[in-house]
């Protein structure tokens, strides 16, 4: 048998975790991204002089197998991200009421979790109750579920209070699955929870990156992989795929290249468009959906920042807003999060201006932006429904097989999920190799 020559097709988080993988076991792999930039959905943005990025993306604790690639690569996580003690604060800006829920480095999981939700301000005798009763019924049933139903059909059921669902579970899932309550997934939902706060302490950390998506992730995965011999072209959109009787033609508008194993890591939109010879995998991603995610790049004078590094709010236009002064060395600049969203009406300007009226809100001496900048991904996410059919990393095809956070896995559309993704679909090569 020849020795395994890989194409990997898409230079995102999942192509890269791949890459990575099979280049640290010796394999030969050539990646192959349609853009001038590594990260899809993960990426720098140059604006003004500065790098912002395509969107915010929290990591956590529990993201294991994120931590464990970045390690490999040697990515200097020690300065490239912000590891902070799990600390919630959420503001509604019409009650101005303000829920902060900080859990201790010193108890072990879940007691640091129980010990938050005893002392958070911001909710009631009975909101706290109800909360902890839930946690304990998930400790319980191992936060798994008979059957799947919506995250808000299985809060109620659980008897969580409006307070609670506002304040605290619905921001936690627009930020984990950036799909709506009413149709979010509870056991996928329920699958991050059990794996923030059941096991280690340190799982609930929130870690904020300190730098861009691209130099954090993107750059360090793309060196490991050239530093072991593989090879990463930008620029380089794959046109076709080919079955050959011993592997795959590969065809850019460049080039045709033979290898012997694929591993496909477009985004589920563009998977029909490179696929016309392998018929079987245009049925697998028709039943998924997509969410957006909207950033608001507001900067303002340096001095101004937030009283923690994150802050939430709801009963707003705005979700999450990210000091990335204090994270990223970029004062004065504010990141606001717009998740899961109904398309927007009103122009960038309207829609910058609305999120200044409500920053307001938490800072009232803020005075107009200097400038502005929005950024939408229209497909940030599949929306992560209940009981999605999502496929899985081995295809029909002997040899090929597809990968991104999609695919069937325990984590909705989070960098970690991407990353699993990424890492199974490779080990499932190696393992057929």
């Given at each position: 048998m020849r020795p395994a020559k890989v194409a990997i097709i898409g230079g995102g988080v999942a192509g890269l975790s791949a890459a990575v993988t099979l280049a640290h076991a010796g394999v030969n792999v050539t990646v192959f991204e349609a853009s001038s930039q590594l990260g899809g959905r993960a990426r720098g943005v140059a604006y003004k002089g500065l790098t912002l990025d395509n969107g915010q993306h929290i990591l956590l604790g529990a993201y294991r197998e994120t931590l464990r690639l970045l390690a490999l690569a040697d990515a200097k996580t020690s300065?490239?991200?912000?590891?902070?003690?799990?600390?919630?604060?959420?503001?509604?800006?019409?009650?101005?009421?303000?829920?902060?829920?900080?859990?201790?480095?010193?108890?072990p999981a879940p007691l640091h979790l129980l010990f938050g939700l005893l002392n958070a301000n911001g909710l009631s005798v009975r909101d706290k109750w109800f909360a902890i009763c839930m946690m304990l019924w998930l400790?319980?049933?191992?936060?798994?579920?008979?059957?799947?139903?919506?995250?808000?059909?299985?809060l109620s059921l659980q008897k969580q209070t409006e307070p609670l669902i506002q304040k605290l579970w619905e921001p936690l899932c627009l930020a984990a699955l950036n799909t709506p309550l009413q149709i979010?997934?509870?056991q996928v939902f329920l699958n991050v929870l059990k794996d923030s706060f059941n096991q280690k302490t340190q799982d609930s950390d929130l870690l904020l990156a300190a730098t861009d998506l691209?130099?954090?992730?993107?750059?360090?995965?793309?060196?490991?992989?050239?530093?072991?011999?593989?090879?990463?072209?930008?620029?380089?959109?794959?046109?076709?795929?080919t079955p050959q009787s011993d592997g795959y033609l590969i065809a850019t508008a460049a080039q045709s290249m033979d290898f012997s194993h694929v591993v496909i890591a477009c985004g589920p939109h563009q998977l029909t468009q490179i696929t016309s010879d392998l018929p079987s995998l245009h049925g697998l991603v028709e039943q998924l959906t997509y969410q957006p995610i909207t950033t608001v790049y507001l900067q303002y004078?340096?001095?101004?920042?937030?009283?923690?590094?994150?802050?939430?709010?709801i009963n707003s236009v705005s979700q999450w807003v990210?000091?990335?002064?204090?994270?990223?060395?970029?004062?004065?600049?504010?990141?606001?999060?717009?998740?899961?969203?109904?398309p927007f009406e009103q122009t960038q300007q309207a829609l910058a201006d609305s999120v200044h009226?409500?920053?307001?809100?938490?800072?009232?001496?803020?005075?107009?932006?200097?400038?502005?900048?929005?950024?939408?991904?229209?497909?940030?996410?599949?929306?992560?429904?209940?009981?999605?059919?999502r496929p899985n990393n081995q295809t029909s095809y002997k040899d090929l097989y597809i990968a991104g956070d999609y695919t069937a896995g325990d984590y909705p559309a989070t960098i970690e999920g991407a990353v699993r993704s990424g890492v199974n679909a490779a080990n499932l090569l190696l393992a057929s190799a």
């Open positions: 300065t490239s991200l912000l590891r902070l003690p799990l600390s919630l604060r959420v503001t509604d800006l019409q009650r101005n009421t303000t829920l902060l829920l900080q859990t201790p480095r010193q108890l400790k319980l049933h191992h936060f798994q579920l008979e059957q799947d139903q919506p995250l808000l059909a299985f979010a997934s509870a691209t130099s954090l992730i993107s750059t360090p995965f793309a060196n490991f992989v050239t530093e072991h011999g593989g090879e990463v072209l930008l620029n380089a959109p794959v046109k076709q795929i004078e340096q001095h101004i920042q937030l009283a923690q590094p994150m802050q939430g709010l990210f000091d990335r002064g204090q994270l990223c060395g970029q004062p004065g600049l504010f990141a606001v999060v717009i998740s899961a969203h109904a009226q409500e920053l307001l809100g938490l800072i009232p001496s803020l005075k107009q932006p200097l400038w502005h900048k929005v950024i939408t991904e229209k497909r940030a996410t599949f929306s992560c429904e209940v009981k999605l059919n």
